[in-house]
């Protein structure tokens, strides 16, 4: 993965020249705006959805099973999504990718959604699993942590997001068409041993959890949607979760929910 890494930090310099452009007009002008404005309908050329790469090259998430950062699956399976939606029709998505140290970069993304008028805010992650979990083995000469023990995609939305309902139908949509795809969710946020990262289950069916406290989701002023797509800390899934194919499913699932909101707009 090093050449991989050193390929992905390349795009990322390209991407973050033009993705922070500042916007046009003042954050305060957008917020009177946004305010107003009426939930999103759907025109798909004109639906503006921002794929979110979630983390930064400094902050970079968690570590894989294989010792590779979060950060770099999230870019290469965000811009494989943002991709498919602009073949599928949506011409508008836009891919973020921001800088920078942790919590200020949550604000920055919020702010560059707000400013650039967001229909639909799409954060892209991969999982890992409490500290307290991990197992350690020896990769490539060097100790490493792992757990085998969970697996699969979730997604969470936030109450406090002034578009809960619709966040919540398209959470809903993305985890019907996963599961569509034979990929299975992951239950274990409900189980006491996830401690502090335990959380509500919205649908059992297909994987929507409640998680009001994430600032991209409660802060933004579209609809919002955080989709853990896969176990990184998983030493099987980690490395389908570098496969094209996985990432494909994923993104075609992803393109196949937004046609499906969009035609029922
Ligand atoms: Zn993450």
Excluded at 128 to 155: C, I, Q, Y
Excluded at 161 to 181: C, D, V, W, Y
Excluded at 205 to 215: C, F, P, S
Aim: charged share 25%; net charge positive; with cysteine.
């Amino acid at each position: 993965m090093g050449q991989a890494r050193s390929i992905i930090a390349g795009l990322v310099a390209a991407i973050l020249l033009s993705s922070l452009a500042p916007a046009g007009r003042s954050e305060a002008a957008a917020r009177k705006i946004e305010t107003t404005r009426p939930p999103a309908k759907c025109e798909m050329p004109k639906f503006r959805i921002v794929v979110d790469v979630g983390h930064t090259p400094d902050s970079y998430g968690a570590l894989s099973a294989r010792n590779d950062p979060e950060f770099g699956f999230n870019f290469v399976l965000a811009r494989r999504i943002t991709a498919k939606l602009k073949s599928e029709g949506f011409a508008a998505t836009r891919l973020l990718v921001t800088d920078g140290k942790a919590r200020p970069s949550l604000f920055k993304r919020v702010s560059a959604a707000n400013d650039g008028r967001a229909d639909l805010f799409l954060s892209v992650h991969h999982d890992s699993v409490p500290d307290k979990l991990l197992d350690t083995w020896e990769f490539d000469g060097a100790k490493s942590n792992f757990s085998d023990r969970f697996s699969g995609h979730s997604l969470f939305v936030s109450q406090q997001n002034p578009h809960f309902t619709t966040s919540l139908m398209l959470a809903r949509m993305i985890g019907r068409q996963l599961k569509e795809q034979g990929l299975h969710y992951a239950s274990q946020y409900t189980l006491p041993v996830m401690g502090r990262y335990r959380r509500q289950l919205l649908d059992k069916d297909v994987g929507v959890y409640r998680y009001d406290g994430l600032v991209v989701l409660s802060r933004t002023r579209s609809a919002a949607v955080l989709l853990e797509a896969g176990s990184i800390i998983n030493r099987d899934e980690e490395m389908a979760m570098n496969s094209p194919e996985r990432q494909e499913a994923v993104a075609g699932a992803v393109a196949a929910a937004m046609r499906e909101f969009c035609e029922s707009r």
